[in-house]
């Protein structure tokens, strides 16, 4: 299965995610994969999965988390949602649902699924903002670790790779008791896309 999909045309590969029902039984609500690629995209947005506001509107980062990401990268909407420049891959495609403390975790069965295939396909991705624990965890191979800990270390994957805090207002205390992250990660992350997307 996975070797004929890995020849299929790019196009339908994306359309068959955007048509995956795999963890259909698991989901709160129908399902609705919204990933954002194209293959010409040189940078690359990993979160954890959609929340209940993208679900509805199948626009990926389209809340309170989205605009603060955006602060972080320097960029606008128009940048932001442009598919030729900008992939959006989170490591679940569908809304998982809601827990004690916020979303679920991204249903297991996506990124097996799915995520090789379409990296591979990615071959003008310059940089990847890996966003959250789940996303640190399958790009950013090694011992266990905290997401302070990676992001503190973010110069070990730099200039490829950023590993980030979720931006959610949830994170605001972290973002409090960090204040390093601020001044040091991003004015070097702003440099870094507006470097890439004036190529």
Not at 1 to 28: D, G, W
Not at 97 to 112: F, H, I, M, N, V
Request: with cysteine; proline share 11%; net charge positive.
């Amino acid at each position: 299965m996975t070797h004929s999909y890995s020849r299929m045309p790019f196009e339908e590969l994306v359309a068959r995610v955007r048509r995956c029902r795999i963890c259909e039984a698991h989901l709160p609500l129908e399902p609705r994969p919204v990933v954002q690629v194209s293959q010409s995209a040189r940078l690359l947005v990993v979160g954890q999965a959609p929340g209940r506001r993208v679900h509805d509107t199948g626009l990926p980062f389209n809340d309170p988390s989205g605009d603060r990401l955006r602060e972080w990268m320097g960029v606008d909407r128009d940048t932001f949602y442009d598919d030729q420049q900008l992939a959006i891959l989170p490591m679940g495609f569908c809304y998982p649902g809601t827990g004690k403390s916020g979303d679920l975790p991204p249903r297991p069965e996506c990124a097996p699924a799915w995520r090789d295939l379409l990296l591979e396909r990615l071959e003008g991705v310059q940089l990847t903002l890996v966003i959250g624990q789940y996303a640190h965890a399958w790009h950013l191979p090694g011992p266990k670790a905290s997401v302070t800990e990676r992001v503190k270390r973010w110069r070990e994957v730099w200039p490829e790779v950023v590993p980030l805090p979720h931006p959610s207002p949830r994170n605001n205390l972290w973002l409090r008791r960090n204040p390093w992250f601020e001044e040091e990660v991003i004015p070097k992350l702003r440099q870094r896309v507006r470097d890439i997307l004036r190529q």
